[in-house]
């Protein structure tokens, strides 16, 4: 007998045929593995048409916290987007976001959720891992990724890529080939760094909102927050006892912030609560990262600390980003291109630093501060980088850079002291914590340099209202041996002027007098006026109207013959209002007429201010109520609660209130003004005491005297704000007396919280009706919102 043919699966000789059967294949082992090829093919045909699993997303563990908004909207992109990539800093709760807004998509509109987990992967594992969750096997015949499309080519499911920063490249490729052959599979992907494909739509996941941390806000805003509600949730894990106190709320609130709201740095710090008191975790923070490491022993390596979830993200970086990173962090706090441009550049590298930074940015290492050009770093990774700082030995570099940075800004405060830009200013008050930790580090090295920015520091601090802390600043360098004649009397200088403005007489005419010798000697004509400038101001402050007037004359020459507009705007200012307390208002009003262009022109609300205040005072010398209303008006509008120039505008507006005999009006303003001065510690010279002091007098002898103290309270914060920007101005007593039954129920349940249609249904009223009469009660009562309303009312207990 001859052979009939090939063997179907080998293609060998078939053996000859007998007894007339014919023959497929060469022996029973190749027929068996046909048969197993068939059964594989059979049930991935069948798989590929029915797939049985929905879902491989693992079950949650605990309960998920806020994110409300977040889930909503990736709902709606996922509607409309068929790729969508979380993008985020290590510890901001991308996959946990993920998971949820996946986990509601299961329960929706698609057949199978597949999460493809690819944290511990290398780029020859992403395409088996899908395969895996989908349920395919690698086929003989068959190249994987073409099982893989075949299988998905029919279905609608959500692949879920979690972790992609790693393999950015390889997940951009498989991606493109999914959306591109599968038109029911949609990507929903976690990453540090955008995977930059046509039709990708990036989500920023940031840190969950934090509470305020000021005093009076905390306990009522805390609760709400979902960072709080973070904390509070997983340190019930550990001590299911754990609450929120009046003990503790504060300091919850104050860790939730220094975390930055981040989700993953909240659950380590949470899991501490049964051996530490919350406020000791707060103090502990600042110990590089060694208390957020209790993480889950299951965890990938990188999840176990959030020191492992920065580390990994450093390891990705290029080594001209990993420099990068580590010099800024020598920034506290925001900063900008320019003062980042002088702490990066180096010799090594020619890149342009902005293109480091914007690649920093993309791989979440970097926050953009909105609707400025400004960054940041969020703490933990400054943390970090601090660390790598010091490591590498970087850190005196950066530091130099940074004061050397600091130095050329301040110069002004030597060459023009009185004529130092508003742009200047606002670049050494947007980095004042930088500016900060630079003096420490000067501190530290016996910088010659020290006298000079801690000025500068001063001249920040001091615009922040914190008149005391910016002389101890100054009083404590100025202890310290100096070799810069010009830096010690620039320091003195700033010094006696703090010292005047709250009333320390004695301390700052021996400190202006040290400035005033030292300036002598020096040669810088304008630090010599400066200097002038401020033994005017401690003398006028003393009552030395005559000695006063005298300096500011030569001040003023000076200032002409520099050639300085806007040190001869000071001058004239000051001119001004020594001309007032000498009784000569017409020499006065000449001097700050000619100022106010002047200082309009600086661009500084503060020195704008301070014009205008002295043009109200004028006027109201003149007995011009309505031209001094409109000037302390303006300086408010223009410089807001700045506590150096509004309390003069507070008082200005209390005497015009007096003199129009609005005194219950006039009582409540100079209240308002001399708390906000004895916040700061800031006196009124004695001209301008007085002048309050009389109106004052006049306004109590029109009140009943219960009423007279009780008027004497300062207004809220609200009602000052609504004062400035709108004059809207409320009278309590009168407002109160005003209001009809019907009135006060409306506010007592806006105040509970309710809304419009709830209260119409407790006054058995339409909701229309509820808002036609909230309408007028606003009008009556002069407020903007029902919130303003409900506020109103809370504070008076109206129920």
Not at 367 to 394: C, I, M, N, S, Y
Not at 446 to 453: M, P, T
Request: hydrophobic content about 45%.
């Amino acid at each position: 007998m001859t052979s009939t043919g090939r063997c179907a699966l080998c293609a060998g000789a078939l053996p000859p045929a007998t007894s007339g059967q014919r023959r497929s294949y060469c022996s029973n082992a190749c027929r068996q593995r046909a048969y197993r090829r068939r059964t594989t093919v059979s049930a991935t045909t069948a798989a590929r048409q029915h797939p049985r699993v929905l879902s491989n997303l693992p079950a949650a563990r605990d309960t998920f916290v806020g994110r409300q908004q977040e889930l909503t909207k990736l709902d709606q992109l996922l509607r409309r987007h068929r790729l969508v990539t979380l993008v985020g800093s290590a510890g901001a709760g991308k996959t946990r976001l993920a998971l949820e807004a996946a986990g509601r998509l299961r329960r929706g509109r698609t057949d199978r959720v597949l999460l493809v987990e690819l944290g511990e992967l290398g780029p020859h594992d992403v395409l088996p891992a899908v395969a895996g969750a989908l349920g395919v096997t690698a086929q003989p015949d068959e190249p994987l990724r073409d099982t893989v499309i075949e299988t998905l080519v029919n279905m609608r499911v959500v692949v879920v890529l979690d972790n992609c920063e790693h393999l950015l490249d390889t997940c951009a490729e498989l991606v493109d080939l999914l959306l591109n052959r599968c038109p029911g599979v949609r990507v929903l992907a976690t990453s540090r760094e955008a995977l930059w494909i046509t039709g990708e739509v990036s989500f920023p996941v940031e840190g969950l909102p934090v509470p305020p941390t000021d005093r009076d806000l905390v306990a009522t805003a805390a609760p709400r927050s979902e960072a709080v509600r973070l904390f509070v949730d997983r340190a019930r894990e550990r001590e299911p006892g754990f609450r929120l106190t009046a003990g503790n709320t504060a300091a919850v609130a104050l860790l939730c912030a220094r975390l930055e709201g981040m989700p993953f740095a909240i659950e380590l710090a949470a899991r501490w609560v049964r051996l530490l008191p919350v406020a000791d975790i707060c103090d502990r923070v600042d110990e590089p990262l060694e208390l957020l490491t209790l993480g889950c022993r299951k965890s990938p390596a990188r999840q176990r600390s959030l020191r492992e979830a920065i580390e990994w993200s450093y390891r990705l970086l290029e080594p001209a980003e990993q420099s990068a990173l580590r010099r800024l962090s020598v920034f506290d706090g925001d900063f900008d291109l320019v003062a980042a441009t002088e702490v990066c550049s180096s010799r090594q590298s020619a890149e342009p630093v902005l293109d480091v930074l914007s690649r920093l940015q993309a791989k979440s290492l970097l926050t953009a501060v909105p609707g400025t050009t400004r960054f940041r770093q969020l703490e933990p990774v400054r943390l970090l980088a601090r660390e790598k700082l010091l490591a590498a030995d970087e850190r005196d570099i950066a530091h130099e850079a940074l004061a050397r940075w600091f130095t050329d800004l301040s110069d002004a405060l030597i060459t023009a002291p009185l004529s130092v830009s508003a742009e200047v200013q606002h670049r050494l008050d947007d980095h004042a914590d930088s500016l900060l930790g630079t003096v420490e580090w000067a501190a530290d090295r016996a910088d010659e340099r020290l006298l000079l920015l801690t000025s500068a520091l001063a001249d920040c601090t001091a615009r922040r209202g914190k008149l005391g802390l910016a002389r101890a600043m100054l009083r404590d360098a100025l202890r310290r041996p100096s070799t810069r004649d010009d830096y010690r009397c620039v320091a003195l200088n700033h010094a006696a002027r703090l010292a005047a403005e709250q009333g320390d007489h004695g301390e700052a005419a021996e400190l202006s007098g040290e400035a005033a010798r030292l300036a002598r000697d020096i040669g810088q004509p304008a630090l010599a006026m400066s200097c002038h400038s401020t033994l005017a101001a401690v003398q006028q402050s003393s009552g030395e109207w005559e000695a006063s007037a005298k300096n500011n004359t030569e001040c003023l020459r000076v200032a002409e013959l520099l050639g300085e507009p806007l040190a001869r705007a000071t001058c004239l200012v000051d001119l001004a209002r020594t001309a007032l307390s000498m009784g000569k208002p017409e020499r006065a009003e000449r001097n700050v007429l000619k100022a106010l262009p002047l200082s309009r022109a600086s661009g500084a609300p503060a020195r704008i201010a301070s014009a205008l205040n002295t043009r109200g005072a004028v006027a109201l010398v003149q007995d011009d109520p309505d031209e001094a209303m409109h000037a302390f008006q303006e300086a408010l509008r223009m410089d807001g609660f700045n506590p150096l120039t509004a309390p003069d505008a507070l008082e200005g507006l209390a005497v015009v209130a007096s003199m129009r005999g609005r005194a219950e009006r006039a009582l409540r303003l100079e209240a308002t003004g001399r708390a906000m001065r004895r916040s700061v510690g800031v006196v009124p010279n004695p001209f301008w005491a007085e002048k309050v002091a009389g109106a004052m007098r006049t306004a109590r002898r029109i009140l009943p005297a219960a009423r007279a103290e009780a008027a004497s309270t300062p207004l809220t914060a609200a009602e000052t704000e609504a004062l400035i920007q709108d004059e809207v101005w409320l009278d309590r007593t009168a407002a109160d007396d005003s209001l009809d039954d019907h009135e006060r129920r409306l506010i007592a349940l806006l105040t509970s919280g309710l809304t419009n249609k709830q209260i119409a249904y407790r006054l058995a009223v339409s909701v229309r009706t509820v808002a036609s009469r909230l309408q007028r009660l606003r009008d009556k009562l002069g407020l903007r919102s029902r919130e303003d309303v409900a506020a109103w009312g809370a504070e008076r207990a109206i129920g």
